[in-house]
């Protein structure tokens, strides 16, 4: 299994990991295609320049990922308060368009992956799709500028507004390069290591986990702050906001350009995708014996790929929550009297809690939390962290609910009591309910995404067979794309947030009993295969994540 601290946070979203297993079943398969090629790559990695004993090229890689970050993050934080107050969407549109956006970049991962491992490679995959994602970002910059691209010639409080065409394009471009690049960047890292180097690339992810929640970080602490100057006659400043961002995207670009003639670069293996797809209609037509026609390991390894996507069913629910951080939850946010002292907290600035506490938690549940629950003989498997991550994700939507039941108090007793008829959007800021009073579900939501998400990541290494567990990752990626999908649905159902909320809370803890019911199903064959393919590199670890309720771990 893969240690715990390679997943969550933003690790999730961004970290495509590889094993020191699939480096050498890919520098195996290169071996039986062309002794030629795998010559060229040994040769290349051995006369590789060296920094502190690491390929030279490490360094560009990891600034590569820190400015995409950055870029990704910082213009996705600013992005719901640009829909709802420059654009001037209702935030029903801005939540539509927000997850539409995010469920794009998470169903991309699977076309990246299939063109650079079967057509033209990481290498080139990651640079013309970056410069992809470079155009996606100048297009949002330039359009945020009303006076060039004014909708009619209409002003409002702040200045012209911009035609929503521009960022809306931007956006779907923005997405094509982050969702593309998402699968090929930490892997192509990794092909730059020998494979006697398991130790270095080990803590090769660790530098590159640590660049993606730095530059997440800062984006989210900086752009709130650039978005709210004053530039252009106006009280906001979104050309900045957004022009940060792609100024850092083009860095990225830069800091992977500078060492293109030291990258390793295995040409295209093939896709595990493409097998998959092949037995899947073998045994889906059912006129012929898929054991026959594809061998009976391929048709087993397609068997235990199913078990693993079933445990992933309950997950879109899960994303449909978690993502409403950066829309509804900045909505609520956005409500709210923001001053500390001499300080204001922005809306959007809230979102640097949850990669702050992930970061402080991850270490508390791993040394404190699962020994302690283990000592006192409570259950700490698979199941249980993922039931139970859920059901801290319902606590915090009612939490959020709770929350929101108080600020619609508090306008109604104003306007009771001065004979007035404000409302959650303009009640005066001192009389609002202070912004840090979400602390505590977004704690909530952390803590649960520990449990369900990290787990779930570890889930997907320990039990997908070995030649597929990047698929595995692709399609974990993609239950975040489709959770989006069900947040836009299910936002419909009501205007009223107080009562979203609580609807969100409810559907969450059914998807908490759907992931006991499903585990309870694919436990024993989960198990059987996991133990029947211990020679090949599918064997338990000491750290890998069990599947039984009671860990029987010493």
Not at 38 to 58: A, E, N, W
Not at 510 to 536: D, H, Q
Request: aromatic letters at 12%; one cysteine or more; proline letters at 5%.
């Amino acid at each position: 299994g893969i240690n715990a601290e390679y997943g969550g946070g933003k690790i999730d979203d961004d970290l495509h990991l590889i094993t020191h297993d699939e480096l050498n079943s890919q520098y195996h398969a290169v071996d039986a295609a062309t002794d030629s090629v795998d010559d060229k790559i040994l040769l290349k990695k051995q006369s590789v320049k060296r920094v502190f004993g690491y390929p030279i090229t490490i360094p560009f890689i990891i600034s590569n990922e820190f400015c995409e970050r950055f870029s990704y993050y910082g213009m996705r934080t600013v992005l719901t308060i640009y829909m709802t107050q420059r654009l001037q969407m209702d935030k029903e549109e801005a939540t539509d368009w927000y997850h539409e956006f995010v469920a794009l970049c998470y169903a991309t991962p699977l076309l990246g992956a299939l063109i650079a491992d079967v057509f033209i490679g990481k290498y080139m995959t990651i640079l013309i799709l970056s410069i992809v994602y470079c155009i996606g970002n100048a297009i949002m910059a330039v359009t945020a500028v009303g006076q060039w691209f004014p909708d009619g010639n209409l002003p409002n409080d702040e200045g012209i507004i911009p035609q929503k065409w521009g960022p809306l394009l931007g956006l779907q471009i923005i997405a094509l390069g982050t969702g593309g690049i998402k699968p090929c960047v930490s892997s192509f890292g990794g092909d730059q290591f020998m494979s006697s180097e398991s130790g270095r690339v080990q803590r090769y992810f660790s530098m590159f986990y640590f660049s993606i929640n730095a530059g997440s970080m800062v984006a989210t602490l900086l752009t709130p702050e650039l978005r709210s100057t004053k530039c252009m006659g106006d009280s906001s400043c979104f050309p900045l906001a957004f022009g940060v961002p792609a100024v850092f995207m083009l860095l990225a670009v830069v800091a992977f350009l500078l060492a293109s003639k030291w990258y390793v670069k295995i040409p295209p293996l093939g896709n595990p995708i493409v097998d998959v797809a092949k037995v899947s209609w073998t045994l889906f037509r059912g006129k012929e014996n898929p054991e026959a026609v594809h061998g009976a390991k391929k048709v087993a390894e397609t068997r235990q790929l199913y078990r693993v996507l079933a445990v992933f069913i309950p997950f879109p629910l899960f994303w449909a929550l978690f993502e409403q951080q950066g829309s509804r939850w900045i909505v609520q946010a956005s409500r709210m009297n923001g001053k500390l002292g001499s300080i204001e907290i922005k809306p959007d600035q809230m979102q640097v809690f949850n990669p702050l506490l992930i970061l402080c938690l991850i270490p508390v549940f791993e040394t404190l939390v699962y020994p302690l629950m283990k000592k006192v003989g409570l259950p700490t498997g698979a199941t249980f962290r993922m039931v139970f991550g859920l059901i801290l994700v319902a606590i915090s939507f009612v939490i959020c609910g709770f929350v929101e039941l108080g600020m619609e108090e508090r306008v109604a007793a104003y306007n009771a009591a001065h004979r007035t008829s404000y409302t959650l959007d303009t009640l005066p800021t001192e009389h609002q309910l202070h912004i840090l009073t979400t602390i505590p579900q977004i704690f909530a939501i952390t803590c649960g995404e520990i449990l369900c998400s990290i787990t779930g990541l570890e889930f997907a290494y320990a039990y997908a067979p070995v030649s597929m567990k990047s698929v595995c990752q692709s399609f974990f990626l993609l239950t975040n794309a489709f959770g989006n999908i069900v947040t836009i649905i299910f936002t419909k159902v009501t205007k009223r947030d107080l009562v979203l909320y609580f609807m969100w809370a409810g559907i969450e803890l059914g998807a908490a009993a759907l992931m006991y019911f499903i585990t309870s199903l694919v436990r024993e064959p989960l198990e059987a295969f996991k133990k029947e393919n211990s020679m090949e590199g599918a064997t338990a670890s000491p750290n890998d994540v069990k599947m039984e309720e009671m860990d029987k771990k010493d």
